[in-house]
């Protein structure tokens, strides 16, 4: 037993003034003269028995009396710490889109916000709250009550050690406080950490794991272009269950809520499956998939956006050749031929591909413009001329940090070899042909580049027409002039893959879409003035931002930083016109449902509890911060004594 005011002990010191007065208050007997008092002895003494008796019993009901209220103003109680012990416990309710998951009473983050209300029911306990996008520190019980019935569904992962960090820093120093930790999630396996550092942290944790009636799911994982024509794209999805499975899920593909199609994904005893869309090139086309699943819903749907295809820009400086207009017709390419004394160098960046066509030397100027060509992820073609300087030629290529021309060899070869397998020629042909016309050239500047790929080989086994990746873009060279008195190259079949794939592969597609993260980068083909900014909107028009932007002469780059946090469609406006659509998805890895077992992280560490359910963690705690008062009872037994010294002094007999 202890007290909350144990100083009002001391009173108990003057429970020894009642007991001098009784033990000194003599009552004196008046004597009689009687000639026969024989019988009046007898009486006597058995009055002075009596008295006696009846005196010690009132002294002992009125030191009980007198006992029972100073203890019961002492406040006595049974509790495992004193009443001067304050309580500190942080709360971590994983909010990510797992807790979607259907449990006994319903979705698992919602039935959890509620059980915590519920069960949080001491008044003298600061509460603090983590989630996996905000912390709130000692809130009171009504504050609580209004952040867990507020919560949302949050994209952000968190691990262990990240919770039992910001554990540690609400952490409690005062004296006389305890401070306590529960951890509330379905710890998902993607979440695990082998070893999670509980060393850090004093508290005592208790962790509850919240367990889902099924964790089957069926979620759309990706969203891929498979091929595409100039007419269609067919569009690869990629559906995946959480358990092996022999299940069909419908399919839909919608076009701005328009119905476009419909299939069926079939698992063959496994957890994924594959699906194709045709979707025409015509228009901008903003996809969403959709299957039906009663598992999880953020991973129901899936976003994606389609540009129209744009034209692409392709630059021709020096010779004109007609095998070039005639391979970048006007309904693909916006194809210009410039020779270098009027080349517009303000037009260099806004280029997909510039071709170098048989130039005999590079001027500084142009050196200077291909370097930041290059940077900037442009794609270029160097075909040298008859009468290249060989020295302006090693200047351009060792600024651009690609090697050096070493000879110029003046005799006929046969180009003999294609590497089928290099990217710009994969998928290209139907099958594989080893012996056809080959054609030959009559000139060759042999080369050392660094990182270089073959692409066609002649049959010196020297490349013919070689590519070199750079850090942004790539860079293509030819070993040999194509006019018609060097070489018969532009009348062999094999130049038109060369050269369209040449351009195709210098456009960028655009992302299909965006994962939502805590940092985003976009980039935008546009141009914008010193004073205008880009902005983003979603489908709605309720949500609006300004996100960071760096701006360079044909692009601008936005960074998004927690901005996105819905998926769905978003518009990149410039003085309130649409410029472009994106598409934002959740993060998939959510929507593997196995989990990790407690156990399997905690081990045998010591102030580490587990419990089977948010009821009985908050019981553990309120039967420890528990005070069961004595007061009351003390007070009864006063008024208990009182009534028997009234019953004594009213019925004792004399």
Known sequence: MQFKHPEILYALLLLIIPILVHLFQLQRFVKVPFTNVKILKTIEKQTRKSARLKKWLILITRLLI???LII???????????????????IYLDNSYSMQAKGESGELLKSAAQQIIENNTNQNSTISLITNDKTFKNLEVKNLKDELINIKYHSNKVNLNTILLKAQNLESNKDNTLNKVIIISDFQSINSISKPDFSKINSSINFVKLIPKTINNFYIDSVSIEESSTSNTIVKVIVKSSQKSTSSVPISLFNNSKLIGKTTSKFIKSNSSTVQFTIPNSANFNGEISLIDNALQFDNNFFFSISKPEKIDVLSIGNTSEFLSRIYTESEFNFIVTPLQNLNYNKLQNQHLIILNELENIPTELINSMQDYSKNGGS???????????????????????????TKIEAEYKITTINYEHPLLKDVFEKRVDNFQYPKTNLQYTTNLKNSSSIVTMDNILPFISSIKTLNGTIYWISSPLNNKISDFTQSPLVVPVFYNFAKKSLKTTELYYTIKPEINIEVKTSIGKDNILKIQNE?????????????????TLTLNDHILQSGFYTILSENTAIKTVAFNYNREESNLNTVTIESFVGNKKNITISSSITDAFNEINNQQ??????????????????????ILKYFNK
């Open 66 to 68: 007198f006992t029972c």
């Open 72 to 90: 019961a103003f002492a406040q006595p109680y049974f509790s495992e710490y004193s009443t001067h012990q304050n309580f500190n416990t942080t």
């Open 380 to 406: 270029l073609v160097i075909i040298p001329s008859e009468n290249s300087t060989i020295n302006s030629y090693n200047s351009f290529l060792q600024a651009l940090n690609l090697g050096k021309i070493t």
């Open 540 to 556: 709605s028009a309720a949500l609006e931002f300004i996100p960071m932007q760096i701006s360079s002469q044909n692009k601008v």
């Open 626 to 647: 528990k005070i069961n008062w004595l007061f009351k009872w003390f007070l009864a037994f006063s008024v208990l004594f009182l009534l028997i010294e009234m019953l």
